[in-house]
């Protein structure tokens, strides 16, 4: 039985958009970071191996002006990365909207429940500081720059996590703020980002 349930954690998902169809492969790892992830101090990551992604907390749907939460969508298949790539050639792997996009999906939804608005915000978060289309709008577009910074105050107010409000406390100058969440936390993160709060450092780094 163990054997079994192993079996069925390691199996990649195809997912269909629920609005128009369309097809992606989701990852076991989900939003997990493995051992071998590169870390950030915003809760991203990267994993190393190219065939074990994150799972976006919306998946970003090419068709669509709006994207769809992972358990939106409709299960079409699982089974091994090989067996899914040749029963399905062409399918994209789920990756989530681009900033731009996320501004637009956030002022679009009109009903919206808590947890879809934090993984949207998170991803906005994730998209202007880790990918280059999300720096590019940070550097040159002002009213992009007043969302983000709105987003986040936003976001903090939402999630419950103290180490996520820590470090956007931190990214936003609020270093006293930042500090006094993280004074009874003895984690290797958290002593991380207070270190770089005591440095007056607001931003994303790689943990170590």
């Given at each position: 039985?163990?054997?079994?349930?192993?079996?069925?954690?390691?199996?990649?998902?195809?997912?269909?958009?629920?609005e128009?169809?369309?097809?992606?492969?989701?990852?076991?790892?989900?939003?997990?970071?493995?051992?071998?992830?590169?870390?950030?101090?915003?809760?991203?990551?990267?994993?190393?191996?190219d065939?074990?992604?994150?799972?976006?907390?919306?998946?970003?749907?090419?068709?669509?002006?709006?994207?769809?939460?992972?358990?939106?969508?409709?299960?079409?298949?699982?089974?091994?990365?090989?067996?899914?790539?040749?029963?399905?050639?062409?399918?994209?792997?789920?990756?989530?909207?681009?900033?731009?996009?996320?501004?637009?999906?956030?002022?679009?939804?009109?009903k919206?429940?808590?947890?879809?608005?934090?993984?949207?915000?998170?991803?906005?978060?994730?998209?202007?500081?880790?990918?280059?289309?999300?720096?590019?709008?940070?550097?040159?577009?002002k009213?992009?720059?007043?969302?983000?910074?709105?987003?986040?105050?936003?976001?903090?107010?939402?999630?419950?996590?103290?180490?996520?409000?820590?470090?956007?406390?931190?990214?936003?100058?609020?270093f006293?703020?930042?500090?006094?969440?993280?004074?009874?936390?003895?984690?290797?993160?958290?002593?991380?980002?207070?270190?770089?709060?005591?440095?007056?450092?607001?931003?994303?780094?790689?943990?170590?």
């Amino acid at each position: 039985m163990a054997l079994k349930s192993d079996k069925q954690q390691n199996q990649y998902t195809v997912l269909e958009c629920p609005e128009c169809g369309e097809q992606y492969i989701v990852s076991p790892r989900g939003n997990l970071p493995s051992e071998a992830a590169t870390l950030f101090s915003d809760g991203f990551f990267i994993e190393n191996d190219d065939s074990n992604w994150r799972t976006p907390l919306i998946i970003g749907c090419v068709t669509c002006e709006l994207g769809f939460m992972p358990q939106a969508g409709k299960v079409i298949a699982k089974g091994s990365l090989y067996e899914l790539l040749e029963k399905y050639p062409g399918i994209k792997k789920a990756t989530p909207p681009t900033a731009g996009a996320l501004v637009l999906d956030l002022r679009a939804r009109t009903k919206i429940s808590e947890s879809e608005e934090i993984a949207i915000r998170r991803e906005l978060w994730y998209a202007a500081l880790h990918t280059e289309k999300g720096r590019a709008l940070l550097q040159c577009n002002k009213k992009f720059v007043a969302f983000f910074h709105q987003n986040l105050m936003r976001l903090i107010n939402r999630v419950s996590d103290t180490l996520l409000q820590a470090e956007i406390y931190r990214q936003t100058g609020a270093f006293d703020q930042c500090l006094d969440l993280l004074q009874n936390d003895s984690e290797t993160m958290a002593k991380q980002i207070g270190q770089q709060a005591n440095a007056k450092n607001s931003m994303v780094f790689q943990i170590e």
